[in-house]
């Protein structure tokens, strides 16, 4: 059986998204470091496979085949993306697999196979669903110490509480924090 993870570049007031066309382009390169990058990638492991929502895909299809040859882009290249599309047929970059029309139950698919472990990156959208149902088993905060105030959060406003348990923390010199969870369930009250 697979574990799911999600990993999550955000701000501290919960701003996941970046790059060209966002409120703040790039807000993440004033605070990466080569400790940071050997973080992300032990948090990753060695090999793992993708979990994408159609417009990360897209996203990504335009810029990792093109990366330099390191080890993230190789290890993003090489690994099987899993996306949730309603259009399977132009999925192009691969190693890929599209999740089906019943994306909840095409990931509870994927869970029950042999393979390393799926990190789930981009989708606020699926993130929400898969820890909705469970489906989450660990939850990897990328933290930056940075308020950005406007931008797409990582939960939408119609997500459901949840707890988590704390695993580990790691911190670089420029400040960020990589929070590792283990998503518990539902949150009691």
């Given at each position: 059986?697979?574990?799911?993870?999600?990993?999550?570049?955000?701000?501290?007031?919960?701003?996941?998204?970046?790059?060209?066309?966002?409120?703040?382009?790039?807000?993440?390169?004033?605070?990466?470091?080569?400790?940071?990058?050997?973080?992300?990638?032990?948090?990753?492991?060695?090999?793992?496979?993708?979990?994408?929502?159609?417009?990360?895909?897209?996203?990504?299809?335009?810029?990792?085949?093109?990366?330099?040859?390191i080890p993230?882009?190789?290890?993003?290249?090489?690994?099987?993306?899993?996306?949730?599309?309603?259009?399977?047929?132009?999925?192009?970059?691969?190693?890929?697999?599209?999740?089906?029309?019943?994306?909840?139950?095409?990931?509870?698919?994927?869970?029950?196979?042999?393979?390393?472990?799926?990190?789930?990156?981009?989708?606020?959208?699926?993130?929400?669903?898969?820890?909705?149902?469970?489906?989450?088993?660990?939850?990897?905060?990328?933290?930056?110490?940075?308020?950005?105030?406007?931008?797409?959060?990582?939960?939408?406003?119609?997500?459901?509480?949840?707890?988590?348990?704390?695993?580990?923390?790691?911190?670089?010199s420029t400040?960020?924090?990589?929070?590792?969870?283990?998503?518990?369930?539902?949150?009691?009250?």
């Amino acid at each position: 059986m697979r574990k799911i993870k999600i990993m999550e570049h955000i701000s501290l007031d919960g701003i996941i998204e970046q790059g060209e066309g966002y409120a703040y382009d790039n807000w993440t390169a004033a605070f990466r470091s080569p400790a940071g990058l050997e973080a992300v990638m032990e948090a990753h492991g060695n090999v793992f496979d993708l979990l994408l929502g159609r417009v990360t895909y897209d996203i990504w299809a335009g810029y990792w085949p093109h990366a330099a040859n390191i080890p993230i882009a190789n290890g993003i290249n090489t690994a099987t993306k899993y996306v949730a599309t309603h259009r399977p047929e132009s999925l192009e970059w691969g190693p890929v697999e599209d999740l089906g029309t019943d994306i909840v139950e095409g990931v509870r698919r994927l869970k029950d196979t042999d393979g390393p472990d799926v990190i789930l990156w981009g989708s606020s959208t699926l993130t929400t669903i898969l820890l909705d149902q469970g489906l989450i088993d660990e939850v990897v905060l990328i933290t930056y110490p940075v308020l950005l105030g406007k931008g797409k959060r990582i939960f939408s406003e119609s997500f459901n509480a949840r707890e988590l348990a704390f695993v580990n923390t790691k911190v670089t010199s420029t400040g960020v924090l990589i929070n590792t969870f283990r998503h518990v369930g539902a949150l009691k009250i």
